[in-house]
């Protein structure tokens, strides 16, 4: 299976360009025989929108936007990210799964930070789900930015059965180091590490450049494999088309060596998060 991370600089509030720009890159990938394109979060509107969130809101349900993908998506899978109006009113910042003319799945950003130069709590309405779905690849769940570094959140996709997670981003890059890295970007990867190598999953992280509103974004996309070893990685700061194929025989070798899929006690976590729960109220 051939992956494609676009790690790119939306134009912030231009949907017609960026959406040129995401049928350019999926014309680039087929040539490549590339079988999963992903683009980081909001890619067809940018990040820091503020008072343009209403003015580039997308019902995927009704839109030419989103048509114009689907028509695109013959033989090839394509993950992308949107502001998602799903009444009136109510806007996501969500992330689609589109395959074969057909959206198979849309995950809405469950956590939105909203603190120092976050302001998505004020912009979103929150999801509510963490759902493994099926795609031609094999079951697979998503998540946008904050949503992994809540760690609880890949467990829900873990026990779901997703043998790949997918994770778009709008990541800045903040700290500094002694490689060549920010120290936010060495926490994406611990991260991807981690979730990995204990689910025995793919992990597929596509995160954007460029800067807007004063935020540099820091890229450094990443794919890691199930036994938690990092396969493959984008440039920091700069643009990049990085494609990469994935042997998705790994999971299963890996889960027999390391099964803690076999062993894992869900129903028991279930029960300790329902007391905990429970004592909180109390």
């Known amino acids: 299976m051939k992956v494609g991370l676009v790690q790119i600089s939306s134009c912030l ?19 490549k025989n590339v079988d999963l394109l992903i683009f980081p979060e909001l890619s067809l509107t940018g990040y820091s929108l503020k008072d343009l969130t209403q003015d580039v809101a997308i019902n995927p349900t009704d839109s030419d936007i989103i048509d114009r993908l689907k028509a695109q998506s013959h033989g090839i899978s394509i993950v992308f990210g949107f502001v998602e109006e799903k009444r009136r009113g109510l806007f996501f910042n969500s992330s689609a799964f589109i395959s074969e003319e057909k959206i198979i799945h849309i995950h809405r950003k469950v956590f939105l930070p909203t603190y120092g130069m976050f302001e998505e709590g004020k912009l979103f309405s929150s999801g509510n789900n963490f759902q493994t779905f099926i795609t031609p690849y094999g079951p697979a769940g998503m998540m946008i930015c904050y949503d992994f570094l809540h760690y609880g959140a890949s467990y829900l996709l873990f026990v779901g059965g997703s043998e790949i997670i997918l994770i778009i981003s709008a990541a800045p890059g903040r700290g500094l180091t002694n490689r060549e890295s920010f120290a936010s970007s060495h926490m994406w990867e611990l991260m991807g590490e981690a979730i990995s190598r204990f689910s025995s999953s793919f992990v597929i992280y596509c995160n954007r450049v460029g800067f807007e509103e004063g935020i540099s974004f820091a890229g450094g996309s990443f794919i890691y494999n ?6 493959a990685k984008a ?19 890996t889960r027999k060596k390391m099964p803690y899929k076999r062993d894992e006690k869900a129903e028991i976590i279930l029960e300790a998060l329902k007391r905990i729960v429970r004592n909180h109220e109390n």
Request: proline share 5%.
């Open 13 to 31: 509030g231009d949907v017609q360009k960026n959406i040129n720009t995401h049928l350019n890159f999926i014309e680039k990938a087929k040539k």
């Open 226 to 231: 199930p036994a938690g070893k990092l396969i």
């Open 235 to 253: 440039p920091y700061i700069d643009e990049n088309f990085l494609i990469h194929e994935i042997n998705l025989d790994e999971i299963r070798s």
